[in-house]
């Protein structure tokens, strides 16, 4: 099997519309989290969110692609085209048939389809955009990226709720070490911040309520957490062979060495009591890596601020790692980005990543009032300085997804 590395990260949040902005607005413990600028709040009950922030799509796409293109599918580009920069892969005529794109969306084009069926109810039919159901599928974003870029590998989309960008990073891992790809671009994008979406998830109390302190809501591990903020943006890996990876002399910023994935068969919502689909991602993952649990220094907790999954992943953290999950740092940056459904696996994957390059363990704000059953070091409210060699980063779904990835520093 071939040794797989990261040569590029794409990173689009409420913190900044790049990855040094948002890194560093992270490492401060800054909040992304503001009222809902993007439609009307008076008739719901959630007023916030972690929005983006003067994002501009122009920068990456022309004018034409814009107008046919689905926000969602707008982060997706301009997050690739960051992490093509930064690795500097040409995808010439040459490699096009052995670089990929993976990349997933929980919901997809919601923006598009919310406009669309408001054309439709004052508009009629007739009105309706001949471009909408490009702009909607969720397989639009690797399609656009592919031909954008000349990728021609192997490209779908995943869809895995929460768990969805995790997915397209360890999958796009598994494809290059079995040999069907020398590069992939993998990663997940959303934009579902959409008065229908922010309306559905409020009414099944997932979200914060939180008004009167917004930046103060999303406080994961906490004993007052009410539920999970909504955030968006996109996250996008570039993942390479290590043996063509240093052929052209990339600089490698990382290795991913391990990647598991389970189901609970439980229930929709709620996780497994105690986390043990979980349990068995993360148990699949370190066997993958061939490391032992003692060896991970840092993770990236799925730690979505709700009551019961916060729980249930300390649960699953004790479980498995015994002592040692004592002596782990785990942080929710989640706390700052809000929850970026579909493309949070893959954004918590680049933190991971400059985790390792930086030595700097991002931390959990808003985390005021222990929770006795959430016991272990949550990196509480700023970050710290530690040497990583080894970074799990943590997702979790509805429809009972889990899903774990291991980040090692790299060694010759």
């Known amino acids: 099997m071939s040794r797989v590395v990261v040569t590029g990260l794409g990173l689009i949040t409420s913190l900044g519309n790049d990855v040094a902005s948002t890194w560093e607005a992270l490492c401060l413990g800054k909040s992304g989290v503001s009222e809902i600028t993007g439609y009307d709040t008076s008739r719901h009950r959630i007023h916030f ?15 034409k692609e814009v107008r046919r293109t689905d926000p969602y599918q707008q982060l997706s580009i301009a997050a690739t085209r960051q992490a093509l920069t930064q ?131 999303s406080r994961p591990f906490d004993a007052t957490r009410d539920g999970f903020v909504m955030g968006e943006g996109a996250g996008i890996l570039i993942l390479e062979d290590l043996d063509f990876a240093r052929a052209r002399g990339a600089k490698i910023l990382a290795e991913l060495v391990g990647y598991g994935s389970t189901a609970d068969a439980y229930h929709v919502t709620e996780p497994a009591p105690g986390g043990e689909g979980l349990v068995r991602a993360m148990r699949r993952a370190l066997q993958k890596a061939d490391l032992r649990p003692d060896q991970i220094d840092y993770i990236n907790a799925h730690g979505t601020s709700t009551p019961l999954t916060d729980r249930t992943e300390t649960q699953a953290i004790k479980t498995y790692f015994g002592e040692h999950a004592y002596r782990l740092a785990v942080s929710s940056t989640k706390s700052m980005t809000g929850h970026m459904l579909g493309a949070a696996g893959a954004a918590e994957a680049v933190i991971c990543v400059l985790a390792i390059q930086t030595g700097i363990l991002p931390p959990t704000i808003n985390l005021l009032h222990p929770d006795p059953e959430c016991d272990l070091d949550y990196v509480p409210n700023e970050a710290r300085r530690r040497s990583i060699d080894v970074a799990m980063s943590n997702s979790m779904g509805f429809g009972g997804h889990n899903t774990c990835l291991i980040f090692k520093r790299y060694e010759e």
């Open 49 to 63: 969110g972690a929005e983006l922030r003067n994002f501009d799509p122009s920068l990456y796409l022309d004018r």
């Open 87 to 217: 690795s500097n892969l040409q995808i010439t005529e040459k490699v096009a048939d052995d670089v990929g794109v993976y990349i997933g969306s929980g919901i997809g084009g919601l923006t598009t389809l919310h406009e669309q069926f408001k054309t439709l109810f004052e508009k009629g039919p007739e009105r309706i955009s001949p471009f909408l159901i490009n702009m909607m599928i969720i397989d639009g974003a690797p399609g656009m990226v592919s031909i954008i870029t000349g990728a021609k590998g192997p490209n779908w989309a995943a869809v895995s709720a929460c768990a969805t960008s995790a997915n397209t990073v360890g999958e796009a891992w598994e494809t290059i070490r079995r040999g069907d790809a020398k590069a992939m671009i993998a990663g997940g994008a959303e934009k579902s911040m959409t008065p229908i979406a922010m309306a559905a998830f409020d009414n099944m109390h997932a979200l914060s309520r939180r008004n009167d302190d917004p930046q103060g809501a």
